[in-house]
């Protein structure tokens, strides 16, 4: 897609998103302050490119929240932030 628009203050929850030709759940930055995105319990493994992805880098992951999600691989570690202590855990 070119020049695609950067989502903005999004809930994107319970997807799987398994073998894609380039990503599996991806945001990309906006600019400066980066979207207030909240990302949480989706699963992804197996892509060509991240997993998970995250394009905002000053600083990394902006105003995007990351929680409680699977992926195999990442392109910054704030994407792989772990999720609550599953009860009785």
């Known amino acids: ?3 695609p628009v950067a989502p903005v203050s999004n809930i994107i929850r319970d997807n799987v998103a398994d073998g894609n030709a380039s990503y599996g759940i991806a945001v990309d930055d906006a600019g400066p302050g980066s979207p207030g995105n909240t990302v ?3 699963r992804a493994h197996g892509n060509r ?3 998970g992805s ?3 880098l000053m600083p990394p992951c902006g105003k995007n929240v990351w929680q409680a ?7 910054q570690p704030c994407v792989s932030r772990p999720g ?6």
């Open 40 to 42: 949480v319990g989706n």
């Open 1 to 3: 897609m070119a020049d």
């Open 54 to 56: 995250d394009g905002a």
């Open 69 to 75: 999600n699977d992926f195999g691989s990442v392109n």
């Open 84 to 89: 609550p202590e599953a009860p009785g855990a």
């Open 49 to 51: 490119e991240y997993d």
